[in-house]
T-cell receptor, first 107, second 118 residues
Framework: RKEVEQDPGPFNVPEGATVAFNCTYS??????FFWYRQDCRKEPKLLMS???SGNEDGRFTAQLNRASQYISLLIRDSKLSDSATYLC????????FGQGTELSVKP | GAVVSQHPSRVICKSGTSVKIECRSL??????MFWYRQFPKQSLMLMAT?????????EQGVEKDKFLINHASLTLSTLTVTSAHPEDSSFYIC??????????????FGSGTQLSVL
């Protein structure tokens, strides 16, 4: 089993759609959780940290369920500029990256 | 936010040559630096962690004699791919943290180096 596993992509959605990404992790001792965004052949950029209480930043909402070892990211009213690969990242000793889920938002 | 400069951004070299990639933290002291490799359509894989003043710690399966890491100062780390072969062609990214260990907080990434070995 992979340490961090994400939905296989790609997700192709129209502008304005709501899209949800799911991620599970295997190490129950993990201490920190993030969503990163990566554009093709560029460095990952932090989108948001994820907390047990859930957190929201504009159109983006992240949730963490420690009991289920599950992390989610919801994007509402998707824009063309949201097209990228979304990486689920889990920390605790070292950062472990999921394989990423590619999102393509079409006009 | 903090800036990490990585260069070169792209390298094309012949098989058997060595390639050096530099990673600099521009506005903070990078106590810890990480080197990752990413193959197409795959995730970032941690290659090694280097703490300033200590030898790098390599992940399982990464050859330390092939991928030489030098954390020369609090602002500079280099990765040298020795005797590169086509299978070493990949996207290499560094990241830096101001904290020792620095794995439980966001990292600052370099812009990556695309290595193509002919």
């Amino acid at each position: 089993r992979k340490e961090v596993e994400q939905d296989p992509g790609p997700f192709n959605v129209p502008e304005g759609a709501t899209v949800a990404f799911n991620c599970t992790y295997s190490n129950s001792a993990s201490q920190s959780f993030f969503w990163y965004r990566q554009d093709c052949r560029k460095e990952p950029k932090l989108l948001m940290s994820v907390y047990s209480s859930g957190n929201e930043d504009g159109r983006f909402t992240a949730q963490l369920n420690r009991a289920s070892q599950y992390i989610s990211l919801l994007i509402r009213d998707s824009k063309l500029s949201d097209s990228a690969t979304y990486l689920c990242v889990v920390g605790g000793g070292k950062l472990i990256f999921g394989q990423g889920t590619e999102l393509s938002v079409k006009p | 936010g903090a800036v990490v400069s990585q260069h070169p951004s792209r390298v094309i070299c012949k098989s058997g040559t060595s390639v050096k990639i530099e990673c600099r933290s521009l506005d903070f002291q990078a106590t810890t630096m990480f080197w990752y490799r990413q193959f197409p359509k795959q995730s970032l894989m941690l290659m090694a962690t280097s703490n300033e003043g200590s030898k790098a710690t390599y992940e399982q399966g990464v050859e330390k004699d092939k991928f030489l890491i030098n954390h020369a100062s609090l602002t500079l780390s280099t990765l040298t791919v020795t005797s590169a072969h086509p299978e070493d062609s990949s996207f290499y990214i560094c990241s830096a943290s101001p904290r020792w260990g620095g794995t439980n907080e966001k990292l600052f990434f370099g812009s990556g180096t695309q290595l193509s070995v002919l």
